[in-house]
């Protein structure tokens, strides 16, 4: 099935670990994002790749890096987490890096930072 | 700065029709979205304005005017499955996706 599948879904970690959560797509996408979602806060845009190589920051970028080596992957790593990264994290993807496209969200990976 | 305003929660009868709404102050205009997310499950699209006016899809519609920096999702002959929070989102003039806090829908039979 097409889409994009994210790893793992949900993962308790200690304070100061580094972690990577995977992400990939299938549908060829050019544009790749990862947003954070918060009770009682709007998705938050931690970092996007408008095409394979590039990447750029969002708007809670700190904590946070990403790379975009091909097409079809964007991890996200936090090098050393922190309990206010608590969240549960979305990949996107969208064949439009205008933000005029309709984003395909994976099913999220829940992280618990203690 | 930039901002989307829509209710926290709302709460509706089944086989009723509910109008969700959506103010938005933001740094130029190219498009706004609504997005349907279900608990614990990942946000999926419902529409996508950038003209004025109303776009209609079975049960679901979407009107905008640009003017009045409004939108709104009408939900018609609700059903329990559309209990879920629906999303707002404005791409701005540097085509970033500014997006709301979502509106919590709860149907009750």
């Known amino acids: 099935i097409a889409g994009i599948t994210q790893a793992p879904t949900s993962q308790i970690l200690a304070a100061g670990r580094r972690m990577t959560l995977r992400c990939t797509q299938d549908?060829?996408?050019?544009?790749m994002y990862w947003y954070r979602q918060d009770l009682g806060l709007g998705l938050r845009l931690i970092h996007y790749?408008?095409?394979?190589?590039?990447?750029g920051k969002g708007e809670v970028p700190d904590g946070y890096s990403v790379s975009r080596a091909n097409t079809d992957d964007f991890p996200l790593t936090l090098a050393s987490a922190v309990p206010s990264q608590t969240s549960v994290y979305f990949c996107?993807?969208?064949?439009?890096?205008?933000?005029?496209?309709?984003?395909?969200f994976g099913e999220g990976s829940r992280l618990t930072v203690l | 700065g930039q901002n989307i305003d829509q209710p926290t929660e709302m709460t509706a009868t089944e086989g009723a029709i509910v109008q969700i709404n959506c103010t938005y102050q933001?740094?130029?205009?190219?498009?706004l979205f609504w997005y349907q997310q279900h608990a614990g499950e990942a946000p999926t699209f419902l529409s996508y304005?950038?003209l004025d006016g109303l776009e209609e899809k079975g049960r679901f519609s979407s009107f905008l005017s640009r003017s009045k920096g409004y939108s709104y999702l009408l939900l018609k002959e609700l059903q329990m499955k559309d209990s879920a929070s629906y999303l707002c989102?404005?791409?701005?003039?540097?085509?970033?996706?500014?997006w709301g806090a979502g509106t919590k829908l709860i149907i009750k039979p």
């Open positions: 996107a993807s969208s064949d439009s890096s205008r933000g005029t496209g309709e984003l395909f």
């Open positions: 549908m060829r996408h050019n544009a």
């Open positions: 790749s408008n095409t394979a190589g590039t990447t």
């Open positions: 933001t740094s130029g205009f190219n498009g």
């Open positions: 304005n950038v």
């Open positions: 989102a404005v791409t701005d003039s540097n085509y970033q996706l500014i």
